[in-house]
């Protein structure tokens, strides 16, 4: 049995204090939990194994950030940078700080 950087999962519960993550001995990938329900299965975008790092901390901020402010969501794939940054910096006191210095467009 595998277990997570000490590192990533003291950052997995900054995003949320339900996350974890276990390693799928099957699918030989980390998986990352919220609660008991599987979140995500980490691997690349051709599905091969895909370490535990700061890109995969910063898709789930991502994921989190859209899915408390669906508003944000929609300025952002309508493409309407002005609105979007306005949802995200009332949203989560400087969003830029929560994406680690990456701003989405």
Do not use: C
């Not at 980390?30 to 599905?47: A, M």
């Not at 901390?57 to 493409?79: G, H, I, S």
Request: positive net charge; glycine residues 4%.
């Amino acid at each position: 049995m595998f277990t997570a950087p000490r590192w990533f999962q003291k950052e997995l519960r900054l995003i949320s204090p339900e996350l974890h993550t276990e390693w799928l001995p099957q699918a030989q990938r980390w998986g990352i939990y919220q609660g008991k329900v599987l979140n995500r299965v980490v691997e690349n975008k051709d599905h091969e194994y895909k370490d535990l790092d700061q890109r995969t901390l910063r898709k789930l901020r991502l994921d989190f950030f859209f899915t408390l402010n669906p508003k944000a969501l929609d300025a952002y794939r309508e493409k309407d940078p002005y609105v979007a940054r306005a949802y995200m910096e009332r949203g989560l006191d400087g969003v830029k700080n929560y994406l680690q210095g990456e701003y989405l467009w």
